[in-house]
């Protein structure tokens, strides 16, 4: 779950990218659904994996430093997009957003596939 619900699930942006005037606008509400559905179970499965693998003591801190890296990167992104949104259409930012939400769970599919016990590679 870990590795493909963000990716995957990011790819029904695609939707808002199609939308238009009148009933496409739905489309917007369904990829929307979808996303958020995605980023759910992939905050369950990365928080689950976080407790499983950290030592007790070290718990407090290990949130602490994950929730300030998650939500100032968060609003950086929320910049980001605001700039970029200035200087080419919304469609584009859309685009920029899916692409980059796809892309940021790449190192997590990397780094858990080398630990995996299916993988007769690793």
Do not use: H, K
Not at 20 to 45: E, Q, R
Not at 46 to 64: D, Y
Request: glycine share 10%; aromatic share 10%; charged share 10%.
């Amino acid at each position: 779950a870990l590795r493909w619900w963000l990716p995957v699930s990011s790819i029904f942006g695609l939707l808002m990218v199609a939308a238009g005037s009148g009933w496409s606008v739905y489309l917007v509400a369904v990829a929307d659904f979808f996303m958020m559905f995605g980023a759910i179970v992939f905050n369950v499965a990365q928080t689950s994996a976080r407790l499983e693998i950290c030592p007790p003591p070290m718990l407090g801190r290990m949130n602490a430093t994950i929730r300030t890296v998650v939500w100032s990167a968060g609003a950086l992104g929320s910049l980001a997009g605001a700039g970029l949104g200035l200087l080419v259409a919304p469609r584009w930012v859309i685009l920029a957003g899916i692409a980059l939400t796809a892309l940021s769970t790449w190192w997590v599919c990397l780094v858990t596939a080398r630990d995996d016990p299916a993988n007769p590679t690793s």
